[in-house]
């Protein structure tokens, strides 16, 4: 089994910044990438950032570059994406999912952003940025 489990969402203002975490634990399942999704009032879900927990490579909606990071502590079993200069826009319910499948970083780049990469799903968490 796996499990994943979102934190760091709340209110902020504009420009503010805020970081996710998201922490997995299971013993009976591998997972080699995480990406982080995002669904807005009235849109679809949208891939924000992802990235191999085997080679670290990374990935990030245009959206995003250059104001989100991600990251991981394997240690910890913990994925962040942190977020600054954030802008209204990103106001969404925030979600974590992690891949089964060994993803190539060639992979990863083409299709590490799509919700059908991913297996397993954490519940959300709400980002609300406002004045």
């Known amino acids: 089994q796996l499990q994943l489990v979102e934190s760091g969402g709340g209110l902020v203002q504009p420009g503010g910044s805020l970081r996710l975490s998201c922490a997995t634990s299971?013993?009976?399942?591998?997972?080699?990438?995480i990406g982080w999704f995002r669904r807005a009032p009235g849109k679809e879900r949208e891939g924000v950032s992802c990235?191999?927990?085997?080679?670290?490579?990374?990935n990030y909606a245009d959206s995003v570059k250059g104001r989100f990071t991600i990251s991981r502590d394997n240690a910890k079993n913990t994925v962040y994406l942190q977020m600054n200069s954030l802008k209204p826009e990103d106001t969404a319910v925030y979600y974590c999912?992690?891949?089964?499948?060994?993803?190539?970083?060639?992979?990863?780049?083409?299709?590490?952003?799509?919700?059908?990469?991913?297996?397993?799903w954490g519940q959300g968490t709400q980002v609300t940025v406002s004045s």
């Open positions: 299971g013993f009976t399942l591998d997972y080699y990438a």
């Open positions: 990235i191999s927990t085997i080679s670290g490579s990374t």
């Open positions: 999912a992690a891949a089964t499948i060994n993803y190539s970083d060639y992979e990863l780049g083409r299709a590490g952003l799509r919700t059908l990469a991913y297996d397993y």
